[in-house]
């Protein structure tokens, strides 16, 4: 099988599981109980103002078209109206999304700081206490209920220490950066503006410990085994043997091998992020798509909880296979046979 | 007799394991006793002693309408814990089945099959499981489902390599020769040997499922009042927890501690079992 031949594969299995992924959420946004109509009409409409606001939904049409209509609409990025904001769903995910992507790519940047460090000493001090204490820290990141640890440090740091804000992204009554990407430190930095600079970043440590601290478990276990592998292999050998130092063996020769499997993980820990971002973003009212779909679901907003989930596992899906076909590319014994 | 006598030999060498096994049993235990074990009923309101700090009397204080709250996380296993041994047992029972099948039928059903799992694990799992659940509507039962189905294709693939190894084994041609059922070869062959991996993948996911439960209820789509239910528990006591740090912080901790166990019990194993990782 030629390279070209694997990548040929993996994008048709993409296609094939995006057209799943549209299928499946459009069947489950049709399972939602309660009646859209109803909730959009309000609670003392009439029937005839019901049965309008369900003809003007679609509602009342046979599935294979609300189908067929809801494919249309979302090939041009239509994602219908929310119900609780009244605005296009689309222009919402555009609202809210760059700050999860901030809070995400944060807590990435601390997990991956802190999980490899942690995985190369656990594999090089394998069974020592060194090790066990590292597994240990990485067994609590991964049974940790992130829910749970936001609201243990929102108690430590902001209630009881007083050092740290509690929630939102900047100082009240600051403005925000002039909007490049969303991202308000990126922002911050691209416009020179130190002090929301300084007040973003402030506002991100909580969130951002507590939704990297879930996800630092998988990465310092993904690297600990990888290196664990590694190190078991005869060039690691004839490197020891060849008198080369502990640490050129370790970083130069090791880690690098090591961390190539450990790519494929970062698409999946993606879906984690999500996960750790829906409970996150509550609790320090941090204004993303987490906090969005938490008071959509409250509302029985099925537009927003749809559109919500079809993006973020569209996101889940190109992400994964973005990953996968770096992988391919880094990998030389894929490479090779190309 | 010597595996096992090996397996606990193993199981000795490593604390962290050893841990692990203790917490599990301790839940159980807490889970089965909980009548005998908790001071008061769980749902006993008493106004007298509204949010009372941890004390004597209370050792984990008291909530909003004075409920125990010793009593209530330890009742709180019996949702929690079996919510999620439920969850695990739903997923591993029907995906092993579905991936055995699947491995020994081979052709367009295994193809069928084995798409649709593509397609279930493409979606970011915790989404998935919360959409269904917001679409079910809000109750224990209704967070079970959701999660038991987005677990079942890890064990459908598992079941599936399995089949795939053992269908080409002399017993299992013999068997295929001698005119065996597929029922037949799944549950005298494949489903034994399977036993392993499954073991392994069933302790870790029980801590996932745990927590998953949990986070569900937490965003109000799991358990409802009044009952006792870790997560549930956590979520109510977010509006105290500035004045009262104690409501929410011990639910929280059994989440945790329950999780932690079932984590530690699932590596543990998966060493010990694992002929690939014996003597790393």
Known sequence: MSLLHIVRRRLLLAIVVVFGVIVVTFIVSRLIPGDPARLMAGEHASRETVQHMRHVLGLDRPLPVQFAVYLDKLVHGDLGVSIRTERPVSEDIRRFFPATIELSLAALLFAVAAGVPLGVLSAVFKDTWVDQAARAVSVIGISMPAFWLALLLLDFFYNWLGILPGTGRLDEGMAAPPAVTGMFTVDALLAGQWQTLRSALVHLALPGFTLGFVILGIIMRQIRSAMIEVLQEDYIRTARASGLSSSRIIFGHALRNALIPSVTMLGLTFGDLLYGAVLTETIFAWPGMGNYVIQSISFLDFPSIMGFAVIASLAYVLINLAVDLTYMLLDPQIREIG | ?280
Not at chain 2, 79 to 94: F, H, L, N, P, R
Not at chain 2, 140 to 158: D, G, H, K, Q
Not at chain 2, 251 to 260: E, M, Q, R, S, W
Request: glycine share 8%; no cysteine.
């Open chain 2, 1 to 280: 007799m010597t595996d096992w006598r090996h397996t606990w030999y193993r199981l000795s060498r490593s604390p962290l394991t050893v841990v692990g096994l203790g917490i599990v049993i301790a839940v159980l235990l807490v889970m089965i006793f909980a009548p005998l074990l908790s001071p008061y009923d769980p749902n006993r309101l008493s106004l007298a002693v509204r949010l009372a700090p941890p004390s004597l009397h209370h050792w984990f204080g008291t909530d909003e309408v004075g409920r125990d709250l010793l009593s209530r996380v330890i009742w709180g296993s019996r949702a929690s814990v079996v919510a999620g041994i439920a969850t695990v047992a739903i997923s591993m029972s029907i995906g092993t089945l579905i991936g055995a099948f699947s491995g020994l039928s081979a052709g367009w059903v295994d193809t069928a099959i084995m798409r649709t799992m593509d397609i279930l694990l493409a979606f970011p799992s915790f989404i998935l499981a919360m959409t269904l659940a917001a679409a079910l509507g809000p109750s224990l039962i209704n967070a079970i489902i959701p999660i038991a189905i987005v677990r079942t294709p890890f064990y459908v693939r598992l079941a599936r390599g399995q089949a795939l190894t053992l269908r080409d084994r002399a017993y299992v041609r013999a068997a295929v020769s001698f005119g065996s059922s597929t029922w037949h070869i799944v549950r005298r062959h494949i489903l034994p040997n399977s036993l392993a991996p499954i073991v392994v993948q069933s302790t870790l996911d029980i801590g996932l499922a745990i927590l998953t439960v949990s986070a569900l209820s937490f965003i109000g789509l799991g358990a409802q009042q009044p009952t006792a239910e870790w997560g549930a528990m956590v979520a109510n006591g977010r509006a105290f927890f500035l004045d009262q740090w104690w409501y929410p912080t011990f639910p929280g901790l059994a989440i945790l501690v329950t999780a932690v166990g079932y984590n530690l019990l699932g590596d543990g194993l998966r060493e010990i079992l694992d002929p690939r990782l014996r003597g790393r």
